[in-house]
């Protein structure tokens, strides 16, 4: 079974801090996504990535950035956490190319709470 | 801006019941549609999901209805159970890929004993 891991289930920060979200997944999968779910609002994409070191900005980018510097890990970065960024954060995988790229796997996510 | 809109929010079911969510899009390049369900503490999963050259798929008590030309696709769940209860999703991606999913509001089901 694919495995997605995210470092933190639940989070606590100040406003202003600088917020490492980390994810990890076990089955060699290509792409990686960073997603943020609130009430109402669905599933938002913030970034994903195709490749290591690669990236590329989703529809809600802004306050936010990624890294990845192994194929397994994707991290999410908030530059300086703001109390609008409370969230749950869902860090998701797939294959590339095809028709095998079209499931994505979560991990369990992360709720952030920004003070 | 929204371009996938699920409707209704939440809806409660009692056992045996159909089960009915409702999803409109709005980008005619859209050519995958999903739906992921989510149960509480967990991330989606894929549930079941369409392409636009067939009109229904069904697998097991879950089916989905595609119309086209309405830009409308529907999750029907037949014979609901409490173990069914949990947030449905739905999707809609370009290009024949997952990759990048436009997902709809969420729909929280709950399914009475």
């Known amino acids: 079974d694919v495995k997605v891991t995210q470092s933190s289930r639940y989070l606590v920060k100040r406003t202003g801090e600088k917020v490492f979200l980390e994810c990890v997944q076990d089955m060699d999968h290509e792409n990686m996504f960073w997603y943020r779910q609130d009430p109402g609002l669905g599933l938002r994409l913030i970034y994903f990535s195709y490749d290591v070191k690669m990236k590329e900005k989703g529809d809600i980018p802004e306050g936010y950035s990624v890294s990845r510097e192994k194929k397994e890990r994707f991290s999410l970065i908030l530059e300086s956490a703001s109390t609008n960024q409370t969230s749950m954060y869902l860090c998701?995988?797939?294959?590339?190319?095809?028709?095998?790229?079209?499931?994505?796997?979560f991990g369990s996510g992360t709720q952030l709470s920004v003070l | 801006q929204q371009q996938v809109k699920q409707s209704p929010q939440s809806l409660i079911v009692q056992k045996g019941g159909i089960s009915i969510i409702n999803c409109a899009y709005e980008n005619t390049a859209f050519d995958y549609f999903p739906w992921y369900q989510q149960f509480p503490g967990k991330g989606p999963a894929l549930l079941i999901a369409?392409?636009?050259?067939?009109s229904e798929k069904k697998e097991g008590r879950f089916t989905i209805s595609f119309n086209k030309s309405a830009k409308q696709f529907s999750l029907h769940i037949m014979d609901s159970q409490p173990g069914d209860s949990a947030t449905y999703f739905c999707a809609a991606s370009i290009g024949g890929s997952g990759s990048r999913l436009t997902f709809g509001e969420g729909t929280q089901l709950t399914v009475n004993p």
């Open positions: 369409i392409r636009p050259d067939v």
């Open positions: 998701a995988s797939s294959l590339a190319g095809g028709r095998a790229n079209e499931k994505l796997f």
